[in-house]
């Protein structure tokens, strides 16, 4: 008999999309970074994202660290489809001998981060779990005509992506193999208060150029090779283009490791990788910088199937690997 571990995420997502059909109002439905239904000339856009104590956060992780990552993993998916967030709701699962510190702190870091970005937590659910479970849903808005996608890139577009790449993963690994933490306080601070892209997502929204988007979540490859599949385009990038913290580059060479792993699959960095068309790229480029926000083009799509990528080496196909759960 098959199981999940036979067919991982991607496969189960794929049943849910052909099972879940949809139909007006829904403008997207499964398989996006949001679900998207229109309402009175305006698009609703919602998600649902959950952790689970044991799978998403190495051992003796402090409430205030669950919490903020609750939020940010919710509203960086809103960030993706270039929505304002409305509001978030969460649903708590707690063991019975949780300490009420822990769901007090918790709760204090969930409402720091919601107003950060402008928004709340306004509602939700507690119950009696095995395992720490935190399953969140954001809701927001985005004006007709600026809705980002995943299917949106075309032949001609400019790729890119925000801020730095790995350095979540990075910080992982230093956490999981209890590794020297001196000198690395920013991948430390990538993975246990990570950014949401929320105000970088509606720019791009509105500035008319973007053409499609993903949050850098389960490795700069997988996420590559989504937008390439849904929008049916081929993806080159250049890794010499690829923006690479010193932190990162100092961390694997210090200690023996692929800088490539944490920077091409490496997860959770929950940076904006998105395509712009051509023309409106120098655009783009200047109001993010406006904004103080590093921005990088590291490929282009073109007529095609599948991603490749760039190196000293010459150019070849990029595996379509990254974090996937139940694999």
Known sequence: MVEVQDLGERALIELARRICKVGPPVKVGVGDDAAVV????KYLVATTDMLVGHTHFPMGTPAKEMGWKAVVTNLSDLAAMGAEPLGLVFSVGLPRGTKADFVRELLRSMNSCARRYGTYVVGGDLNESGDVVISGTAFGTVPKGGLLTRSGARAGDIVAVTGELGVAAAGVKMLLEKLPKRGYGKLLEAYAKPTARVREGVFLARSGYATAAIDVTDGLAANLWQISRMSKVKLVVDYSKIPVSPQVRKFARDHGFDEREFVLFGGE????????RRDGWEKVKRGLSRRHI???????AVRGQGVYIRTEEGIEK????GYEHFR
């Not at 960095?269 to 712009?276: A, N, Q």
């Not at 590093?294 to 282009?300: D, F, L, P, T, Y």
């Not at 990029?318 to 690997?321: A, G, L, N, V, Y």
């Open 294 to 300: 590093k921005v990088s083009a590291i490929g282009e």
């Open 269 to 276: 960095d929950f940076e904006l990788l998105f395509t712009v």
């Open 38 to 41: 229109e309402i009175d000339g």
């Open 318 to 321: 990029m595996p379509d690997r």
